[in-house]
């Protein structure tokens, strides 16, 4: 992650906290959240729908500026989002400190084609993200695992990604991150050639 803020997110202090009130601001285009932190305590704040949408697509991972109104920014990261019916409801948010290690989860990004994939096996992904420890300023915003040399019947755990130097894995390093596997007619087809196989040889042990 940079150092330097390029996102930024304004809000705005929030005081109430009935239905009524909640109802209203999402009604005007606002979304109610919450930042906290051993720093800071809670505040109750609110965002605009649309700006939050854009600083999602990677504040989980990244942290960014959020400016609150009348009062001093934060550098944080959207620890939770809370949708109902496609429309974020609710947003939390955490305060991060530069000096203090955080736990984030990160995109895994897989890259190339798996050499299984082309003599008939199929590659499946179970997991992407990992959740990692490090500084703020350590952290990337995502990872890039190579995929190319996964043949059939290799499996990719998290113990095979290498992370940045100060970040730390706290995903189980037994995760199954990806796998090809044989596609039911090729394995189909294997056992058949095993099958005729073991017939030719039994044949010429019988002569």
Known sequence: MSSEHSVTLNAEKRTGSTRAELRKLRQQGRVPGVIYGSQIGSQ???????????????????????NV????????????IQQRGGR??????QHVSRNKPIRVKIPVHYNGTAEGTKTGGILQFQETELEVEGLPDQLPAGIDVDI???????????????LPE??????????????VVLTRAAESAEETEDAEAAKEEAAEEAK
């Open 44 to 66: 109750s704040l609110h965002v605009d729908e649309k700006e939050l949408a854009k600083v999602a697509r990677t504040g989980r991972s990244e942290f960014f500026q959020l």
């Open 69 to 80: 109104a009348g009062g001093e920014g934060f550098p944080a990261l959207i620890k939770e």
């Open 88 to 93: 974020v409801v609710h947003v939390d948010f």
């Open 148 to 162: 190319t040399a996964l043949q059939v019947g290799d499996k990719l755990t998290a113990a095979d990604v290498q």
């Open 166 to 179: 100060g970040v730390s894995l706290i995903s189980s390093e037994d995760s199954l991150l990806a796998s």
